[in-house]
């Protein structure tokens, strides 16, 4: 089981913090132009796998049934976009990855991270 609580630095300021909070805090900062472009990136996730950030709950969970309990628990981290519950620290680094490719942002500079023991 992987530890919940990461270190990063996003815009030159250190945060230790759960990952999913991490995710929420970066995400809420993109902007309506950068959100578009991750319209964009349905095209990237094959049909049927589970998505880190999506326009609509169900494209999280594309089985569906499968995690009826996962479904229920779904973030609306702000109107229109959702996040899977229970974040990790590896689920965080590939979300930090997608922000970063959406928006004005250089992993490794603007936002580095995350670190966990």
């Known amino acids: ?7 990063y630095i996003y815009r030159g300021k250190e945060h230790i913090e759960k990952c999913d909070k991490a995710a929420e805090r970066v995400f809420k900062d993109r902007s309506e132009n950068e959100l578009v472009r991750f319209n964009s990136l349905k095209k990237h996730s094959p049909k049927g796998r589970k998505r880190y950030l999506a326009d609509d709950s169900k ?4 089985l569906g049934i499968e995690n009826r309990n996962l479904i229920r628990q779904i973030k609306q981290v702000r109107p229109g976009w959702f996040m899977p519950p229970h974040i ?3 689920t965080l680094s ?3 990855g997608l922000i970063c490719e959406c928006s004005n942002l250089e992993y490794g500079k603007d936002l580095i991270g995350p670190e966990w023991d």
């Open 1 to 7: 089981m992987s530890k919940k609580i990461v270190k």
């Open 59 to 62: 494209d999280l969970y594309p």
């Open 94 to 96: 590939r979300i930090f």
């Open 88 to 90: 990790g620290p590896k």
